[in-house]
């Protein structure tokens, strides 16, 4: 499995924006999918963006259509979330994901490597 650590959080007011980093330790080519998602306290985990690694696929949530930007570099086996107008909502805990194992691209359970979560706060 690949480590995934996450950065770019923090805090922003509403319509803000940020830009999440999961750096991977291995080739990320080698991997189909990789994918953000977000969790809140006594909510299950939630989809937001998924990319296939030839960078051809995308996917997203309804809710972040048209303001979140996934994408990814090879060369430095890097995935970003750039999330843009941000609101309230958006507040939570957001995990980087790789190692599709099949059953749907924004299904938690689909992903074996998991990123330590980072922090996203909108305030209104």
């Known amino acids: 499995q690949v480590q995934l650590v996450e950065s770019g959080g923090g805090s922003v007011q509403a319509g803000g924006s940020l830009r999440l980093s999961c750096a991977a330790s291995?080739?990320?080519?080698?991997?189909?999918?990789m994918g953000w998602f977000r969790q809140t306290p006594g909510k299950e985990r939630e989809g937001v963006a998924c990319?296939?690694?030839?960078?051809?696929?995308?996917f997203y949530v309804d809710s972040v259509k048209g303001r979140f930007t996934i994408s990814l570099d090879n060369a430095k086996n890097t995935v970003y979330l750039q999330m843009n107008s941000l609101k309230p909502e958006d507040t939570a805990m957001y995990y980087c994901?790789?190692?599709?194992?099949?059953?749907?691209?924004?299904?938690?359970?689909?992903?074996?490597?998991w990123g330590q979560g980072i922090q996203v706060t909108v305030s209104s």
């Open positions: 994901a790789a190692d599709y194992a099949g059953g749907g691209v924004l299904n938690p359970r689909a992903f074996k490597s």
């Open positions: 291995g080739y990320i080519t080698s991997r189909n999918y």
């Open positions: 990319i296939h690694t030839s960078r051809e696929y995308t």
